[in-house]
């Protein structure tokens, strides 16, 4: 047996000597048992030198299991609370894990739900994004949006025509990319032309401030200006036609344009291939008006009316030829 185990019983350590020992039994399972059946033997001997109180060896046997309880229990809790600390940061950590990575899962799904949304030749739609933003489509156009906007901005992508009414949110700029270009807001109204045929992206604003970039060029628009991102190159100029705009109301405005640019804005909103069989109409320019639902041969046999040319339609392979 451990001598120090005997000086305990009989007051021979010091007070850090005492304290070091039983941290000891705590971690040697061997000191534990001899002290315990040390502490037992000792509480035996004091009950027979006391055997004819039965009440004070009842009281002091008792006063043993107490104890023998009481160090138990004291390292059964110190067991149990280290075991208990390790399984609650364990928890922690699972759930702050858990909750970042379905924090994170639920962002990718919800960036991954991406909606697109298509407008036939001839007809028009308007849609309010989840930030409050409204989109007019103009014919044969094209929006990708996210079911939910995440992150530092929000970004959407156009092929054809819209228009933009967007919600203000300084903390995250709208972006809207076109083809080769960007245009960022972060409250404004603007008009973007961007139909991959025509081989130009035209920005136009009518509210606030956009910031278009193209290729290597930048510029920022001031209201009732406009951009021409084209052959890389990126060209301000005012507003020509503010009526141009109308389309949001199903009105198509041209103002003092050449017949062929006239044509070419006629086959993408009606989905139909337009020849110019004599060259000299193409240059013909005019100044009108047309609802959309007047239909693509109302429109040809009205501006026929000013200027003279025949009007040949073939349906079958949906191609009309001026002549």
């Not at 939910?148 to 933009?164: D, P, Q």
Request: hydrophobic share 35%; net charge positive.
């Amino acid at each position: 047996m451990d001598e120090r185990i005997l000086k305990y019983f009989q007051n021979g350590l010091e007070a850090n000597e005492r304290l070091l020992l039983l941290r000891e039994i705590e971690k040697n399972e061997e000191l534990k048992k001899q002290f315990a059946e040390y502490q037992n033997m000792q509480a035996l001997l004091n009950l027979s030198s006391h055997a004819e109180d039965k009440e004070e060896g009842k009281t002091g046997y008792q006063h043993f299991l107490k104890r023998i309880r009481s160090k138990k229990m004291h390292i059964w809790l110190v067991k149990t609370m280290k075991y208990a600390a390790a399984i609650l940061i364990l928890m922690i950590g699972t759930y702050q894990l858990s909750v970042w990575h379905m924090s994170h899962q639920l962002q990718d799904d919800l960036q991954a739900q991406t909606n697109t949304l298509y407008v036939p030749a001839g007809q028009r739609a308007c849609i309010t994004l989840q930030d409050g933003t409204i989109v007019w489509l103009n014919a044969q156009s094209t929006l990708i949006y996210p079911s939910h906007f995440y992150g530092k901005e929000r970004t959407v992508s156009i092929t054809g025509e819209a228009f933009f009414e967007v919600s203000k949110d300084k903390e995250k700029p709208f972006i809207v990319t076109a083809q080769d270009a960007k245009i960022r807001v972060l409250g404004t109204k603007f008009n973007v032309y961007s139909y991959p045929d025509t081989k130009q992206i035209k920005t136009s604003l009518i509210e606030g401030a956009v910031q278009v970039f193209y290729k290597s060029n930048q510029v920022i628009l001031r209201p009732n200006e406009e951009s021409i991102a084209q052959d890389g190159k990126l060209t301000v100029s005012n507003i020509k036609n503010p009526d141009m705009l109308l389309w949001r109301n199903g009105i198509y405005s041209f103002n003092n344009e050449r017949l062929a640019e006239i044509v070419r804005k006629l086959e993408l909103y009606y989905d139909v291939t337009i020849n110019i069989a004599n060259p000299k109409l193409q240059d013909i320019c005019y100044t009108c008006k047309f609802r959309q639902r007047d239909g693509i041969e109302k429109i040809l046999y009205t501006i026929q009316k000013i200027h003279h040319f025949k009007i040949e339609i073939n349906k079958e392979k949906n191609v009309i030829t001026l002549k």
